[in-house]
């Protein structure tokens, strides 16, 4: 169990913001994500999308605790 | 200083407070992104960050921009929320001993919050809303910065 936070374009896109997803690995959290919504499944594994698991950048493939809090970052665009 | 704000803030009063009792600075540049109205088509420009998250990936940038050119301090603060036409939406100003690296050091903070710092900006306009994307443009930018410190 995780809780995924969405930003930008992939909130409007879900049409929520943070929600309990449950699984143990970043794939697994992708494919439950994938199967509620196919259309956000694929905007998050698009280019550009940042995945940040406690507040921290990370590549590929992760274990997810328990508490962890995975947000999907789409392209930035500050300043 | 680095920080996000909800409400409108001064740049003129930010810069006057960051240039008092200044002993070895012998230069401070500053930079301020206005939001743009596009002739009517964006009334409203929505800012959102992660907090938390975006003030420590903006604390990172700024670190490597004191490293890189020897900032003796500098200043970073952000809008979120609803920003109109004409209002601030970024002020960044950098102290050094000279010129050169006040100058760069500007320049870099602004490329990196760009395309490099947690934002997601939405422009309101009379057709409805959209989500900006980072420029081609954006991306050139930041990536001379990389380029450099290669070569």
């Given at each position: 169990m995780a809780r995924v936070l969405l930003f930008g374009p992939l909130r409007d896109l879900a049409g929520w913001r943070e929600r309990e997803?449950?699984?143990?690995?970043?794939?697994?959290?992708?494919?439950?994500?994938?199967?509620?919504?196919?259309?956000?499944?694929?905007?998050?594994a698009g280019p550009g999308v940042q995945v940040a698991v406690d507040q921290a950048l990370v590549r590929g493939e992760v274990s997810i605790s328990a508490s962890?809090?995975?947000?999907?970052l789409p392209p930035m665009s500050g300043g | 200083?680095?920080?996000?704000?909800?409400?409108?803030?001064?740049?003129?009063?930010?810069?006057?407070?960051?240039?008092l009792a200044r002993q070895e600075v012998g230069?401070?540049?500053?930079?301020?992104?206005?939001?743009?109205?596009?002739?009517?088509?964006?009334?409203?420009?929505?800012?959102?960050?992660?907090?938390g998250f975006t003030e420590a990936r903006i604390a990172k940038i700024a670190e490597q921009a004191r490293e890189r050119f020897g900032l003796a301090d500098l200043i970073v603060l952000h809008r979120v929320?609803?920003?109109?036409?004409?209002?601030?939406?970024?002020?960044?100003?950098?102290?050094?001993?000279h010129r050169r690296q006040a100058f760069e050091a500007c320049d870099f903070l602004m490329d990196y919050l760009k395309s490099r710092a947690p934002f997601w900006?939405?422009?309101?306009?009379?057709?409805?809303?959209?989500?900006?994307?980072?420029?081609?443009?954006?991306?050139?930018?930041?990536?001379?910065?990389?380029?450099?410190?290669?070569?």
């Open positions: 997803v449950e699984g143990s690995t970043l794939a697994e959290l992708r494919a439950r994500l994938q199967a509620e919504d196919a259309a956000l499944g694929e905007a998050i962890a809090e995975v947000a999907f | 200083m680095i920080g996000l704000t909800e409400a409108a803030f001064d740049p003129g009063a930010l810069l006057s407070e960051f240039s230069a401070i540049a500053s930079f301020t992104g206005l939001a743009r109205a596009e002739a009517g088509q964006t009334q409203v420009l929505e800012l959102e960050a992660y907090p929320g609803k920003i109109g036409p004409g209002e601030p939406i970024v002020f960044v100003a950098t102290a050094s001993r900006k939405k422009e309101h306009g009379p057709d409805g809303a959209r989500w900006i994307e980072p420029r081609a443009q954006d991306h050139a930018d930041v990536a001379r910065w990389e380029q450099e410190k290669k070569s």
